[in-house]
């Protein structure tokens, strides 16, 4: 299986899951392409999986790999679409699928350059495991064989519960000092001008509700300094979550700026309310759904264009309530919940049941897999294009 980074990581473990339910003798080895993906691989995979690094897409390179591993199936997630793999399993009599397979209108757009080459790619694949029917529209455009497309549902639904049902909730109070009764304001991926936007409805915030915590996480590490300033600024007292390694410092400030990686989805578990950014500025949005999953309301900007069906589950759900344009709109919705616990609470639930329904679908891409494989199931129902 292969899998570019954490994103893809995160999806190819819950098929990974499956996989090793239907077929428990098999052997899994998983590639990926950035030493981040490889790190993630490690803590997310099953311990017996073999985790290498991905050949460059040139023949020799590939078929030093390939020959190296000799699969029998080369399974690439997402929009891992790479000719020299593909052309390469073929030839070595390899299967090929493609699995959650996802292609945005800007990928179609950059794949009609190359059509011939993509038609020609695409007609060797043995299968599309697509996440929509606009998913599998936009492969059958670029030269996917039309017999060999499947709609089987976004296996990042079963990721983010997956991780929900593992996260050790206690473990995190303890790391940030909290009796579980706090109220908490997380704000998590904020990107540029967005933090001094949640900095001021978190100050009118405190002017009602003056215990509220505050934990700040931005999208990108380099900028935790810059946020220190703004904090600062406020004359708010603030610590570094990586004070707290090593049980070195307890928390005791209000404001806490995350500079450490890989923990924002647990501390979504522990907050009341989320922000999620890269929504008031447009920059395409983060993921909702990691708020949505623990049941509290999560706020987010107009600016949603990369996570467009998140926002769309969500608000199938509970409207446009969770939708903020600026500042003074987050204090007021969050004053709002705050005044009125019993319809956070409602409202929280009625989100993470979104997500929950939409389960499943990595058991779906993990039974193409196995029909690819010539094992089938006899209660086996693959959604055909």
């Known amino acids: 299986m292969h899998a570019a980074s954490v994103g893809e990581v995160s999806v190819t473990a819950v098929i990974a899951d499956e996989i090793v339910r239907l077929l428990p003798d098999c052997s899994l080895v998983v590639s990926t392409t950035t030493e981040t993906g490889q790190k993630f691989a490690k803590d997310q995979l099953p311990s017996s999986t073999s985790l290498i690094y991905a050949p460059i897409d040139s023949i020799f390179a590939v078929r030093k790999a390939l020959s190296f591993v000799v699969p029998d199936v080369l399974i690439c997630v997402e929009t891992e679409i790479w000719p020299n793999w593909f052309v390469e399993a073929r030839r070595m009599g390899i299967k090929t699928i493609l699995v959650n397979g996802r292609i945005s209108a800007g990928s179609v757009k950059r794949y009609l350059k190359i059509a011939s080459l993509m038609r020609e790619t695409l007609g060797i694949v043995d299968a599309f495991s697509m996440i929509h029917k606009m998913d599998a529209d936009r492969i059958l455009m670029l030269g996917a ?3 060999k497309i499947m ?3 976004n296996a990042k639904y079963d990721s983010l519960i997956r991780n929900y049902e593992k996260c050790n909730i206690r473990a995190i109070r303890n790391t940030y000092s ?6 908490i304001l997380v704000a998590g991926s904020t990107r540029r001008n967005e933090e001094a936007t949640v900095l001021d409805a978190y100050e009118k915030i405190i002017q009602t509700y003056p215990e509220t915590l505050l934990f700040l996480a931005p999208r990108h590490l380099r900028r935790t300094k810059y946020v220190a ?3 600062k600024e406020r004359g708010l007292d603030f610590q570094f979550r990586s004070d707290f390694d090593g049980n070195r410092l307890k928390r005791t400030a209000p404001v806490v700026i995350i500079d450490t990686i890989g923990e ?3 501390v979504y578990g522990v907050g009341t309310i989320a922000f999620c950014g890269g929504s008031l500025v447009p920059l395409g949005g983060q993921n909702i759904l990691e708020a949505a999953v623990w049941g509290k309301p999560v706020f987010y900007g107009p600016f949603m264009g990369d996570f467009q069906e998140a926002k769309v589950l969500l608000e199938d759900a509970v409207g446009d309530a969770f939708l903020v344009k600026d500042g003074y709109e987050l204090a007021e919705k ?3 919940y705050l005044d009125n616990p019993t319809a956070c609470e409602q409202i929280g639930q009625r989100a993470r049941t979104a997500v929950m329904g939409n389960q499943g679908a990595a058991e ?4 193409v897999i196995c029909r690819v494989l010539g094992i089938s199931f006899a209660d086996q129902d693959l959604l055909l294009y």
């Open 364 to 367: 779906k891409h993990a039974r």
């Open 151 to 153: 709609i089987n549902g």
């Open 264 to 266: 924002l989805f647990a």
């Open 178 to 183: 909290l009796l579980g009764n706090e109220t």
């Open 229 to 231: 300033d703004l904090v």
């Open 334 to 336: 969050v004053k709002y």
């Open 145 to 147: 064989p039309i017999q």
